[in-house]
């Protein structure tokens, strides 16, 4: 019984009085907002009984305000104002007081609703899609210009070159990176041949499957399954890395201590990629070669021995080296978005886990992107 009476105490209460041309509210209990609807249905009655009555809310008795409470009793004193009477708060203790400007000060308006198509509103996506892009590219040019100084200042200066940073990250990159690079490569150029052989034996071809692998692998898959498999592997920890570090201030700490977090931090990660990308791609090259020789001699009754002298007579140093050209370039592109991407990590566990995925995303696509430019450009020049 005790406690039934406590909870009815602290329930919101308002008691109505009327003095002449003055209509005195008097509230009780807390108003807070785990009696929203109650607080609600009071301040109706309140607008009712009021009328074009001066309304006083004598808020003496109240023992709790939170801001819903508030919010409601500055709604309800501006729209008696706008039916033609008026509300004003007496008794309220400095916190309550406090609470009622600061909600009377923000306003909680509603946002008033823009009529719009879907066509528009999808034309504005695309136009919002597009300038993002271009913002992205001139960040990125920046970013460049920016490592390309700092590469400078540490080339004059020698003893600012962080070389075990750069050997700490060549282990994780490179050294740590070649078990998962080698099982996907090597299957990867075991489905080529398998695939390569069921549809060329059709014409009585099926020798030819070593040199579709070997060009096929050597130009383009393996330094492009290599690219990818780094930016979602190593591009997300450097973001991951540099966006935590942002978040809890160690890269400011960096600069109050005197030391370049382009320095520190960006240039040992770009160049253990732009080093440890093209090792990465000679041996996913070799695994998915070694894949697709095993599968041509099960499948295709190609010898090791028949596979490699095709192989040698089919592949020129061309072929390879236009693979190993790509790479430097693309871990180049990977390093910067990771980087660019950790650095505009904010505060919050959200910002940090929406930029590592855009920092995979970006790296994906632009890696694809720069192959088929490097495509076209090989083509042009008939290499």
């Known amino acids: 019984m005790i406690v039934a009476q406590s909870i009815l105490a602290q329930e919101p209460q308002v008691k109505i009085e009327r003095a002449g041309d003055n209509v005195t509210a008097k509230l009780a209990g807390h108003w807070t907002a785990e009696y929203a609807a109650l607080v609600e249905s009071l301040a109706v009655e309140i607008e009712a009984e009021a009328g074009q009555h001066h309304v006083i809310v004598d808020l003496r008795q109240v023992e709790r305000l939170d801001t819903l409470g508030a919010w409601v009793l500055d709604r309800t004193r501006h729209e008696l104002g706008a039916h033609g009477a008026s509300a004003d708060f007496a008794n309220a203790s400095p916190e309550q007081q406090i609470l009622l400007d600061e909600v009377a000060y923000r306003g909680f308006h509603a946002p008033e609703k823009v009529k719009s198509s879907k066509i528009v509103d999808f034309l ?12 992205d590219l001139i960040d990125g040019v920046a970013f460049l210009g920016e490592l390309v100084s700092a590469l400078l200042r540490v080339t004059i200066r020698l003893r600012r070159f962080r070389g075990t940073a750069v050997v700490n990250q060549l282990e994780q990159i490179a050294y740590r990176g070649v078990p998962i690079i080698v099982l996907i490569s090597f299957l990867v150029g075991c489905i080529i041949a398998q695939q390569g052989i069921f549809q060329l034996q059709r014409f009585g071809a099926t020798p030819f499957v070593v040199d579709l692998t070997g060009i096929l692998i050597l130009r383009e898959l393996g330094v492009l399954l290599t690219s990818i498999m780094v930016a979602g592997r190593s591009g ?119 930029h590592v995925t855009s920092s995979v995303v970006k790296a994906i696509f632009m890696v694809i992107v720069l192959d088929g430019l490097f495509a076209m450009f090989f083509a042009a020049i008939r290499y």
Do not use: C, H, Q
């Not at 504005?124 to 913002?135: P, S």
């Not at 697709?292 to 095709?310: A, E, Q």
């Open 124 to 135: 504005v996506d695309v136009g919002k899609v597009v300038t993002g892009a271009g913002r």
């Open 236 to 354: 997300s920890a450097f973001t991951a890395e540099i966006g935590s570090m942002k978040m809890r201030e160690e890269i400011d700490a960096l600069r109050v201590m005197g030391l370049d977090p382009m320095e520190v931090l960006i240039i040992p990660r770009i160049l253990a990629l732009v080093i440890g990308l093209p090792l990465l791609t000679f041996i996913a090259a070799i695994a998915a070669l070694s894949g697709g020789g095993i599968t041509s001699w099960f499948y295709g009754d190609i010898s090791p021995d028949v596979f490699l002298s095709r192989l040698r007579a089919a592949v020129g140093m061309n072929t390879f080296m236009v693979g190993m050209i790509k790479a430097p370039f693309m871990a180049l592109v990977i390093g910067i978005i990771a980087t660019i991407e950790g650095l505009a990590v904010a505060g919050s566990a959200e910002s940090l886990g929406r």
